[in-house]
C-alpha cells in the first residue's frame, strides 16, 4: 500500500492551507451556510463528478502490471520488435473483467472473462483485447448491440430476462458454440488466475521478407484450471463480490505471481482459401490438429496498481492498437471492434485518454500532431502541430505495420463466407461430445435451469433445437431436463 506523500498542510485544489475541515461556515452560528464557503463547495461539487461512465460491457473488472518474456524464434513469422529475440521482455497491464454485469456487480457469475492485455512496446502499445473463451457467441458486429441489450436490464422490468438471452440466442444459432462453452465446467472461473486467455480472433502477423500469417493467441494458464459450480458461485458472490478481485491483489502482494504460458496457432497466408472452417469466423476455433499449439512465451503479473480508478477505470484497450509486423484479419467482428473502441474510450474518458499514465507508451513516446481537447496536458510545449514542415517535427515512415489484403467482388452487405465444413453446430457439437458423462450431467442442468425461467414455450423449443442439431442426445437430454423442471 503505497503511504500519503505530501506533508504539510491540508489544501484547497488550489493549494490555499485549509482552517477548518470539519465545520461549514455559516451565518452566526447555527444559521444557513455561506457562499463564500468556497472549500465546502468544492469538495461538494468535486464529490458530484467522481463517477465516468462505466464500460458499456465489461464495466467490472481488476487488473495487474507485469513482465512478458519471450521463449522461442518467431521471427520467420513477425518482425514485431517485442518479440524480436528469445529472452527479451516487455512491461504488460492486464485487465480482466466480467462482460454483462454493472460496475459494483459479483465476481462470481457465470459469463466470459475479459482478458485485455497491453503490452508497452518500444514500436508503441499492442493491445490483445480478449476473453477466457477461444470463440463468440456473434461473427458480425453489426448484431453487437442487439446481443448486449439481451444480456443487459430488459427496458421495462430493469433485470436480466432469460426471454431475452434465449430468444436472441434461440434466433441466433451460431451462439451455440460459445454458449455450450459457457454453460459448461469453465464457465464459472474460480478466479482469474485459474482460468485461461485467448486472442480469439485471428490477426495477421507478418515478417521481414512481407510473409503473410495468420496467428491466434493462447495464453494457458500456469496455476491451473479451477471452476465453481453454479451452487458454490452463488454463494461467494453473495458472501464475497469482489472475489476475482481481492484473489489477484491479495497473491501479487504475497509474492505468488500468476503467469500464463504463451501459445500461438499459425496458418500460412496461402491455407486460409480452402481451410475447411472460414479462419476468421469467430465462432470456430482451428482444431490443434489442424494447427498445432506453438509456445512463444510467458507472461506473469507481478504488481498490483496503486490506484484503482486512475490505472484500472481509466485504463483503455483497443483491439486497433497495432505495431509493425502485426495487423488485423477480415474477420467481421474484428472490423466491427477496430472502430467501437476508440470511439467508447473518447466518451468515456475523453479525447486525450491515450496520453494518461496507464494508456501512454512506456517504451517509446507518442509524436503525433493531434492537440488540445479537454484535459490537454501541454505536453507537446511549443511545437509545431502540422505536418509537413520544415521545422524538424516527427515524418511518416513509408511502411506499412501490415500486409495488404486482397479482396474482390462488388460493394453489399454479405454473411462471412462458409467453407466446407462450415456451419453453426458442427464445433458445439464436438465440444459436447468431448466432456465426460459427469460434465454433460452439469451443462445440461446449468443450461436447463436458465431455460426453464422462458416464459413462452416457442422461445424456449427454438433455443433447445440449437441444441438437438449440434448433438442428439444433447438435445434430447436437455429437453428433458427443461420438461421436468417446467412441469
Ligand atoms: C463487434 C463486437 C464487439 C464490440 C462492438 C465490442 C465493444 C466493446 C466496448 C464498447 C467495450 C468498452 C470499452 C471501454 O469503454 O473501454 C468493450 C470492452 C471489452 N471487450 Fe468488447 N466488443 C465486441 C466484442 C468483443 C469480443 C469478441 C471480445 C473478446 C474476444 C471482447 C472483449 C472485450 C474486453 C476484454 C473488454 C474490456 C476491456 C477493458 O478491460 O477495458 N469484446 N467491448
Do not use: C
Amino acid at each position: 500500500m503505497t503511504e500519503q506523500t505530501a506533508t504539510g498542510p491540508l489544501t484547497t485544489e488550489a493549494g490555499a492551507p485549509v482552517a477548518d475541515n470539519q465545520n461549514s461556515e455559516t451565518a452566526g452560528r447555527g444559521g444557513p451556510v455561506l457562499v463564500q464557503d468556497q472549500l465546502l463547495i468544492e469538495k461538494l461539487a468535486h464529490f458530484n463528478r467522481e463517477r465516468i461512465p462505466e464500460r458499456v460491457v465489461h464495466a467490472r473488472g481488476a487488473g495487474a502490471y507485469g513482465t512478458f518474456t519471450v521463449t522461442a524464434d518467431v521471427t520467420r513469422w513477425t518482425r514485431a520488435k517485442f518479440l524480436s529475440e528469445v529472452g527479451k521482455e516487455t512491461e504488460t497491464f492486464l485487465r480482466f473483467s466480467t462482460v454483462a454485469g454493472n460496475l459494483g456487480s459479483a465476481d462470481a457469475v457465470r459469463d466470459p472473462r475479459g482478458f485485455a492485455l497491453k503490452f508497452y512496446t518500444e514500436d508503441g502499445n499492442y493491445d490483445l483485447v480478449g476473453n477466457n473463451t477461444p470463440v463468440f457467441f456473434i461473427k458480425d458486429a453489426i448484431k453487437f448491440p442487439d446481443f448486449i441489450h439481451t444480456q443487459k436490464r430488459d427496458p421495462y422490468t430493469g433485470s436480466q430476462e432469460a426471454d431475452n438471452v434465449w430468444d436472441f440466442w434461440g434466433l441466433s444459432p451460431e451462439s451455440t458454440h460459445q454458449v455450450t462453452w459457457l454453460f459448461g465446467d469453465r464457465g464459472i472461473p474460480a478466479s482469474y488466475r485459474h482460468m485461461h486467455g485467448f486472442g480469439s480472433h485471428t490477426f495477421q502477423w507478418t515478417n521481414e521478407a512481407g510473409e503473410v500469417f495468420w496467428v491466434k493467441y493462447h495464453f494457458k494458464t500456469d496455476q491451473g484450471i479451477k471452476n465453481l459450480t453454479q451452487a458454490e458461485a452463488d454463494e461467494l458472490a453473495g458472501k464475497d463480490p469482489d472475489s476475482h478481485q481481492r484473489d489477484l491483489r491479495e497473491s501479487i502482494e504475497r509474492g505468488d505471481f500468476p503467469s500464463w504460458t504463451v501459445k500461438v496457432q499459425i496458418m500460412p497466408e496461402a491455407d486460409a482459401a480452402n481451410y475447411r472452417f472460414n479462419p476468421f469466423d469467430l465462432t470456430k476455433v482451428w482444431p490443434h490438429e489442424d494447427y498445432p499449439l506453438i509456445e512463444i512465451g510467458k507472461l506473469e503479473l507481478n504488481r498490483n496498481p496503486e490506484n484503482i480508478f486512475a490505472e484500472v477505470e481509466q485504463s483503455i484497450f483497443s483491439p486497433h492498437h497495432f505495431v509493425p509486423g502485426i495487423g488485423p484479419s477480415p474477420d467481421k467482428m474484428l472490423q466491427g471492434r477496430l472502430f467501437g473502441y476508440g470511439d467508447a474510450h473518447r466518451y468515456r474518458v475523453g479525447i486525450n485518454a491515450d496520453h494518461l499514465p496507464v494508456n501512454r507508451p512506456h517504451a517509446t513516446e507518442a509524436r503525433t500532431h493531434g492537440r488540445d481537447g479537454f484535459m490537454y496536458d501541454g505536453r507537446h510545449g511549443g511545437a509545431k502541430n502540422y505536418e509537413p514542415n520544415s521545422f524538424g517535427g516527427p515524418v511518416e515512415t513509408g511502411r506499412a505495420l501490415w500486409q495488404p489484403t486482397t479482396v474482390s467482388g462488388t460493394t453489399q452487405e454479405t454473411e462471412a463466407p462458409s467453407h466446407a465444413e462450415d456451419n453453426d453446430f458442427v464445433q458445439a457439437g464436438d465440444l459436447y461430445r468431448l466432456m465426460s458423462e459427469d460434465e454433460k450431467g452439469r451443462l445440461i442442468d446449468n443450461l436447463a435451469g436458465f431455460i426453464a425461467d422462458v416464459s413462452r414455450d416457442d422461445i424456449a423449443e427454438r433455443a433447445i433445437n440449437n441444441f438437438r442439431q449440434a448433438d442428439a442426445d444433447f438435445g434430447k437430454r436437455l429437453e428433458a431436463a427443461v420438461q421436468a423442471l417446467r412441469g
